[in-house]
């Protein structure tokens, strides 16, 4: 059993700064890129940013220069520094995984999706 769980959200004022976590644990054989999502009410989820296994990262432009995506691959966890937060920040925010576990005496990967952590930036 695979699990990604999320911590770090929470209110904050505009021009504040968050930091999320996303804890993977479980019975993982290969984990490579770490992704960001977020989802705001009426709108369709979108990355927000991406880290691979040796740490190359892309951005949403609308984050670009704002938020930073590092990892820990011994703990298997990524991070999203979130500053300068605005309030179009504000939403639901997922972590995401293509991970490989051992499966019928062999290696299958499937996608992963913690359960979201919400960020709320209004004054």
């Known amino acids: 059993q695979v699990q990604l769980v999320e911590s770090g959200g929470g209110l904050v004022q505009p021009g504040g700064s968050l930091r999320l976590s996303c804890a993977a644990s479980?019975?993982?054989?290969?984990?490579?890129?770490m992704d960001w999502y977020r989802q705001a009410p009426g709108k369709e989820r979108e990355l927000v940013a991406a880290?691979?296994?040796?740490?190359?990262?892309n951005y949403a432009d609308s984050v670009k220069g704002r938020f930073t995506i590092s990892r820990d691959n011994a703990k298997i966890t990524v991070y999203l520094q979130m500053n300068s937060l605005k309030p179009e920040d504000t939403a639901v925010y997922y972590c995401?995984?293509?991970?490989?576990?051992?499966?019928?005496?062999?290696?299958?990967?499937?996608?992963?999706w913690g359960q979201g952590t919400q960020v709320t930036v209004s004054s």
């Open positions: 995401n995984a293509p991970i490989t576990v051992v499966a019928g005496g062999g290696l299958v990967e499937y996608d992963y």
């Open positions: 479980g019975n993982i054989a290969v984990i490579n890129a």
């Open positions: 880290i691979s296994s040796g740490g190359s990262t």
